[in-house]
């Protein structure tokens, strides 16, 4: 790869979409405490209404990750063509087997048939909504897990997970996609049935070309080289999408970029070094987050802008400069090449952009100016404010 043209840059700038989480617009929270903030949607229909005042001022975001049975509806024909109208497609189909008291002990890894074969027909259900809605891809975490030595047999587990995920796969139509996530710990505290890259790609591989890794930036044992996993993911072909979000602790779920920036600028790095940035990649850049305390939309604009700017210093690395100083064993100017792009200001570069496409240059300014919050805070009284878990 050798380095990129301005132009390059900045076409690449333009062309890179994110997808946003449709939880991360109701409110969340821990087993603390779940705020409540005025002006929450109150069904997936306010949400994608939210999720399009972010594609509006970033340009960036025109996809929406629903997640059942949290964005049920009784139409998703309906909600596809509301999405539509506002410009946004419909992402990634999340299931979910982490809040039904059957999955206590397992969902598709449980020792009894029936409760496997509920969880399986959780996740065909999940491909209905995808045929209903254009969604190509399923996205499956697990929560699946033990919290003793000797609970169940670690092993068995597998063998059952892997027939439970080949029902799933023989059920997706050949334009779909599986998507696995692995999560090291929580919310079992011994084992976690797919808890690392590895065994989601061990699973990945032995079920076939249509199912690929899904990487959560917060789901690592700390001091993980996430990056490395993140390019050898991209050697084998299987890195399917990211779940972007940061973390000081564990699966904190914070703004990308917030906690750990340099990081996010060595995973995208990773991404432009494998010409991973394209539309058609493959690679499906999601973000999966919880604004717990803070404004939700301004809190997923910033995240978009985070990403944005972790991805502008790749782009703009002396990738000739790199090669030389890699090749001739010169470690530090290696090392200097990458912190000079890094340590580059983008903000001027990321404005000049959104506004050759027509955009503010400034989108957090421009969302505040709208009156946007003020006026679905009016608007959105009474009902059920959309709320993690509910
Ligand atoms: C699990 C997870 C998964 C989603 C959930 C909202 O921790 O990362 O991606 O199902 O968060
Ligand atoms: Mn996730």
């Known amino acids: 790869m050798s380095t990129l043209s301005d132009a390059d840059v900045r076409s690449a700038l333009a062309a890179q979409t994110i997808e946003l989480p449709s939880w991360a617009f109701g409110n969340s929270g821990t087993r603390f405490k779940v705020f409540s903030t005025p002006g929450v949607p109150r069904d997936p229909y306010e949400k994608i209404a939210d999720v399009a005042q972010v594609n509006t ?118 334009h779909m996609r599986l998507l696995l996530e692995y999560k090291f710990f929580e919310p079992y505290f011994y084992t976690t049935d797919i808890p690392d890259w590895g065994t989601s790609l061990v699973h990945c591989m032995a079920l076939g070309d249509q199912a690929t890794v899904v990487l959560d930036t917060g789901h690592h044992a700390p001091g993980t080289n996430i990056e490395f996993i993140v390019a050898q993911l991209l050697r084998v072909g299987r890195l399917g999408a990211f779940d972007f979000n940061s973390r000081f602790y564990a699966d904190d779920d914070l703004m990308v970029g917030a906690a750990d920036p340099f990081q996010l600028f060595r995973i995208m790095n990773e991404i432009v070094i494998s010409d991973a940035l394209r539309p058609d990649s493959g690679v499906n850049f999601m973000l999966d987050q919880c604004h717990n305390i803070e404004a939700k939309i301004q809190g997923q604009i910033r995240s978009v802008m985070n990403v944005q700017e972790a991805t502008a210093k790749a782009l703009l690395v002396d990738r000739d400069a790199l090669a030389e100083a890699q090749r001739s064993g010169d470690v530090l100017g290696a090392n200097a090449v990458l912190m000079d792009a890094y340590n580059t200001d983008v903000r001027p570069l990321l404005a000049e952009v959104r506004e050759a496409k027509g955009l503010d240059g400034d989108p957090i300014a421009a969302f505040r100016a709208s009156g946007y919050v003020e006026k679905v805070s009016e608007e959105r009284v009474g009902g059920t404010q959309a709320s993690w878990g509910a």
């Open 57 to 174: 001022y970033t340009g960036t975001a025109p996809r929406v990750s629903l997640h059942i049975p949290w964005d049920l509806v009784d139409d998703f024909d309906d909600l596809a063509r509301h999405a539509r109208a506002h410009g946004v497609q419909i992402g990634a189909i999340n299931s979910n087997v982490f809040q039904d008291e059957d999955f206590k002990l397992g969902s598709l890894t449980h020792a009894d048939p029936t409760i496997r074969a509920k969880a399986v027909r959780h996740h065909l259900d999940c491909i209905d909504v995808m045929r209903a809605t254009g969604s190509t891809d399923l996205k499956i975490w697990l929560p699946d897990g033990t919290n003793y030595p000797g609970q169940d047999d670690i092993r068995s587990r597998q063998d059952r997970l892997a027939e439970s995920l080949a029902e799933i796969y023989a059920a997706l139509e050949p």
